[in-house]
């Protein structure tokens, strides 16, 4: 659950925490007043290199729609506060903004010259174009309608241009991206999450001001944008530092972590027994299953931090620890690993449930056991050179499969088992 938790709210949802209380307690933002005017520029310029480089073009036309709404939104409320009446263009907007945020968060990405980014494009033309329709005052029944609130009634400023059936469609869209991010852990998805709620919050606001007669809306709408804006950071930092197949560290990451250290640390170096026999035998997506059994367990692992250092084979890294210190927590997770069973798919079974299941002789399914062997090594406190761990963890791991597999080769402290 904590994982879960984290994976949801850090640390995109830091940055609406804060904007909110910019909203509540406005003196908070007098010491960046001077440069509140330019921070929508400085996000969007920012976000939209940082999407062209690193080809996200989803990031890309979600920055684009927040600055487009957010400028109609602005433009509306002068226009209004002159005496011009508009129809249902804000709430239009207010109905359009989390379909596209939705729609951006979960297509596929195509790049910025495919035509599948043409698409995207005139999509947006043609919301503008439909927005400036309805902006007319024919269209004000249609506003009415928009904006028609029972049980949101309390939750809403006065001129918020948001009625129940909007704040449902942003509840829906909502739920599907907590889904999606906490089962792929992906960072763009929290930030679309993230964006998301803080266009709703902005919209809920009403047209309200803050110091420097900055809207609350465009405020708000910067915040969704930065939200976004570390998204890509974040996912691309994931890029490099986490293995896809098993969620973990990867072998760069664990690099990194082992320059950091500069104490005492316990190394163990974890394979897979038989890996090799499992896929040619079986196939690689149970191999791939099998791969993702193991890096849950030793993720699980209390005290220790996880990494894929290449193919089969994993390092479990516990700063601050000794040998002695670990070797028991290894041994339970070891017996952990043995203890798994996988149930392997009948290579005639059909990948649906038949309304009539139908009798099949020959093939049959089977039970598949998995075991790994560790190797373990530490370094004292005044010891120097962190690689020379890693190679008496690797070399004691080398006697552990010699041995016999399935069991723990210590190269100093711990006695193997």
């Not at 979960?106 to 043609?126: C, D």
């Not at 250290?261 to 890996?275: I, K, Q, R, S």
Request: hydrophobic share 55%; aromatic share 6%.
């Amino acid at each position: 659950m904590r994982r879960a938790l984290t994976t949801l709210l850090v640390p995109e949802g830091l940055i609406l925490l804060a904007a909110a209380a910019a909203i509540r307690w406005p003196l908070l933002l007098h010491p960046i007043e001077p440069a509140l005017p330019w921070l929508p520029a400085v996000v969007l310029v920012a976000g939209s290199v940082l999407a062209l480089r690193f080809r996200q073009s989803g990031v890309l036309f979600a920055l684009l729609a927040l600055a487009g709404a957010g400028g109609v939104l602005s433009w509306a409320a002068r226009a209004r506060m002159a005496g011009v009446e508009l129809g249902a263009l804000e709430p239009a907007v207010a109905i359009l903004l989390p379909l596209n945020l939705l729609a951006f968060a979960l297509l596929p990405e195509r790049g910025f010259t495919s035509a599948a980014a043409a698409r995207r494009v005139a999509a947006l033309v043609a919301q503008a174009a439909l927005v400036l329709v309805l902006a007319r005052p024919d269209q004000r029944p249609l506003a009415d309608l928009l904006t028609t609130r029972s049980f949101t009634e309390p939750l809403l400023a006065a001129d918020a241009p948001l009625g129940d059936a909007t704040v449902l469609l942003f509840a829906g869209a909502a739920i599907v991206l907590v889904i999606l991010t906490i089962r792929r852990a992906a960072p763009l998805l929290r930030g679309f999450l993230w964006a998301l709620a803080a266009v709703l919050v902005g919209l809920a606001a009403g047209a309200g001001r803050l110091p420097g007669d900055i809207p609350t809306v465009g405020l708000l709408f910067t915040a969704a944008g930065l939200a976004l804006v570390v998204a890509v950071i974040e996912s691309a930092h994931a890029l490099a530092f986490r293995d896809a197949l098993t969620g973990l560290a990867s072998r760069r990451a664990l690099d990194d972590a082992l320059r950091r250290l500069d104490g005492p640390f316990a190394m163990a170096m974890v394979d897979v027994d038989h890996f090799k026999s499992v896929n040619d035998t079986h196939g690689h997506e149970v191999g791939d299953q099998v791969l993702r059994m193991v890096a849950a367990q030793l993720d699980a692992v209390d005290g220790g931090r996880a990494f894929r250092y290449g193919g089969e084979e994993f390092a479990i890294l516990f700063a601050g620890r000794t040998a002695d210190d670990v070797v028991s927590v290894l041994e339970a997770t070891r017996a952990a690993v043995a203890a798994q069973r996988f149930t392997l798919r009948a290579a005639d079974r059909p990948r649906r449930r038949p309304r009539q299941p139908r009798r099949r002789g020959g093939t049959g399914t089977g039970q598949l056991g998995v075991t790994v062997s560790l190797g373990l090594a530490q370094r004292a406190a005044g010891d120097g050179d962190v690689q020379a761990v890693v190679q008496q963890a690797d070399a004691a791991l080398y006697r552990a499969k010699r041995a016999g597999r399935n069991r723990i080769e210590a190269a100093r402290a711990a006695r193997a088992r």
